[in-house]
């Protein structure tokens, strides 16, 4: 068997592994939303009503300070899109409010710049998290 085979043999196999965490599978965040990575720590957003709420955590789970960080989130929910500027709201929360209803289905890809750092993407579906 070529390396490459073997190679992709065993990333097969891991796939099917349960409890093996995938980095597309939606996580719960301790605040009831979706977790994912963002750049190098984890991003939590929890969509309520027409509000986004952004919380900062390192990579090992630990929060950030909110303070001096700024984010953008474009929502794309019941066909239409929004853009959303948040703000620090908290210690480790940015939040802002803009022109969508939260919905399953609906979905943010968040522009996050922490303080002194470069912006990093991630994409969300914080209402499809079960």
Do not use: C, W, Y
Not at 23 to 40: S, T, Y
């Amino acid at each position: 068997m070529t390396t490459r085979r073997a190679l992709a043999a065993g990333l097969a196999a891991l796939a099917l592994v349960p409890g093996t965490p995938r980095a597309h599978e939606p996580r719960r965040g301790p605040n009831g939303g979706q977790k994912v990575d963002i750049g190098q720590n984890h991003g939590e957003l929890v969509a309520q009503g027409n509000t986004l709420r952004l919380f900062l955590f390192d990579g090992a789970d630990r929060p950030i300070p909110a303070a001096g960080a700024s984010a953008q989130a474009m929502v794309l929910a019941g066909g239409r899109q929004a853009t959303v500027a948040l703000a620090p709201a908290g210690e480790n929360v940015l939040a802002g409010s803009g022109d969508f209803a939260a919905a399953r289905g609906m979905r943010a890809v968040v522009t996050l710049t922490l303080p002194n750092q470069r912006p990093v993407q991630a994409r969300f579906t914080p209402m499809d998290v079960d």
